[in-house]
């Protein structure tokens, strides 16, 4: 039989967060249920929430990045036992027969994968996410959390963190090598430690000199500012890689111009309007302009491994849910910029009304 869980849940677009009751499926052989500790809240659950992007499916419960321990497992699980500190990601399910899934890349799954909330999985029920205090799970999308880290800056890499580390493991980062990320944000802070960890020389971009120390300390060696047109053009030809964690509309030309050749400017925002680059600008230079998603289920492994070998997390701010209100304008701070650097809830808060 199902088991039913608290969470929070939006009704509608525009709609405040409210407490349900929700259900989950009865574990299958293969499935794991999840004692939910932490989830973090990434601005794509925002985007989703207020029918930003389209196609939200309501009521809705959003969250995939999501650490807990094993409360359950089916009988033919494997891999974990009750009591294991793992995680969720954004992939719930893939077909597991595909060429992508084989490679071991499931987020391109042409079946297509299932995500964490919002995606019709195979058995036809809509998912629902990390804001809720438990969730069932194939083991196959499970990830472990290694001694070491918080499951509440554990939380955090199940997006933010795989989302830097796959394209700077894919584009070379690491000695020798000058990176650049643009953003000192949810994502952005997550590069930067991780780059800094691959040995690379780290700079930040953002608009202003506001998080200059906050970048250095995160393991930067410097900070520009965007807004600087001396700065800016003083940096031109500097850098290897850059990765654009923003969603803001950038004049990419401009970032382009930074680049070494053979460079490659990686873009994991998701800007309203579209890129806008003369050829010029990348056939001078032989440069990239590219575009990187998450990682697939090995790779996020690699990655919370590789946190946890060089001491690196999420940095967080922890809400207490037990007033849905908090989520909603914690929603507000997030969009406004003003986190640093990543809300993750606690789900044991998350009551009832009377």
């Not at 990434?42 to 321990?69: F, K, Q």
């Not at 200059?212 to 001396?230: C, F, K, M, N, P």
Request: aromatic share 6%; proline share 4%.
């Amino acid at each position: 039989m199902p088991t039913t869980t608290s969470a929070l849940s939006v009704p509608s677009a525009g709609a405040p967060f409210e407490v349900v009751q929700l259900e989950r499926r009865d574990l299958r052989d293969d499935d794991v249920r999840i004692d939910v500790a932490f989830a973090g809240i990434c601005h794509s659950d925002i985007h989703t929430v207020r029918d930003e992007w389209g196609a939200a499916h309501y009521p809705i419960v959003t969250g995939h990045e999501i650490a807990g321990t094993v409360a359950a497992v089916g009988d033919a699980v494997t891999r974990y036992k009750v009591g294991d500190r793992v995680g969720v990601g954004c992939l719930v399910d893939s077909c597991t027969e595909c060429e992508a899934c084989k490679n071991g890349q499931e987020q391109f799954c042409t079946k297509p994968s299932v995500g964490t909330y919002n995606s019709k999985g195979y058995d036809g029920q809509w998912t629902d996410g990390g804001y809720s205090q438990q969730i069932v799970v194939t083991e196959r999308m499970v990830l472990r959390i290694p001694d070491g880290i918080g499951l509440d800056e554990a939380a955090p890499l199940l997006c933010a963190g795989i989302t830097t580390y796959s394209p700077l493991k894919r584009w070379g980062a690491g000695p020798g090598k000058k990176v650049a990320v643009v953003g000192v944000g949810g994502l952005g802070h997550m590069g930067v430690k991780i780059a800094a960890a691959m040995d690379a020389d780290v700079t930040t971009l953002s608009r202003s000199m506001d998080k200059a120390d906050d970048a250095v300390a995160l393991g930067a060696s410097r900070h520009i500012a965007t807004s600087d047109a001396e700065a800016m053009k003083a940096a031109r030809g500097s850098f290897d890689i850059i990765v654009n964690t923003v969603s803001a509309d950038l004049d990419t030309e401009a970032y382009l111009r930074l680049l070494k050749p053979f460079g490659a400017l990686v873009n994991v925002g998701l800007p309203t309007n579209p890129y806008s680059v003369r050829p010029f600008n990348l056939i001078g230079g032989n440069k990239v302009l590219t575009g990187s998603q998450i990682g697939g289920i090995a790779e996020t492994q690699e990655m919370l491994d590789f946190c946890a070998e060089h001491g690196i997390a999420a940095t967080v701010e922890t809400l207490d849910a037990s007033d849905p209100a908090t989520i909603d304008a914690a929603y507000d701070k997030v969009v406004a910029g003003g986190v640093r650097y990543r809300y993750v809830i606690d789900t044991s808060t998350i009551t009832p009304s009377a």
